[in-house]
Nanobody
Framework: QVQLVESGGGSVQPGGSLRLSCTASGKIFALNIMGWFRQAPGKERELVARILRGGNTNYADSVQGRFTISRDNVKNTVSLQMNSLKPEDTAVYYC????????????WGQGTQVTVSS
């Protein structure tokens, strides 16, 4: 099994910045995609950003240009630098990773709250 532990959430005013980090541990062979999803109250969980093992990235349109995802394949970590935060970014943010051993398996962190409010 693989465990994902997030850190870095909190409260910030509009226009501020936060950095989320996630560390994977356990039975890791080669994590493929690592990324971040978020879920706001009353809404479905949505992809924020993801990064492939080789470094290719994808972002939700709503965060493009404001958020930057990065990863360290040696340390098995993924980070999300969030700048110019808006109230609509308020949500619980979940770290995600997957790998294939005998079959594809997805892993999720426990979630960290990000609140953007004046």
């Amino acid at each position: 099994q693989v465990q994902l532990v997030e850190s870095g959430g909190g409260s910030v005013q509009p226009g501020g910045s936060l950095r989320l980090s996630c560390t994977a541990s356990g039975k890791i062979f080669a994590l493929n995609i690592m990324g971040w999803f978020r879920q706001a109250p009353g809404k479905e969980r949505e992809l924020v950003a993801r990064i492939l093992r080789g470094g290719n990235t994808n972002y939700a349109d709503s965060v493009q240009g404001r958020f930057t995802i990065s990863r360290d394949n040696v340390k098995n970590t993924v980070s999300l630098q969030m700048n110019s935060l808006k109230p609509e970014d308020t949500a619980v943010y979940y770290c995600y990773a997957d790998q294939r051993v005998t079959e594809w398996t997805q892993y999720w962190g426990q979630g960290t709250q990000v609140t953007v409010s004046s």
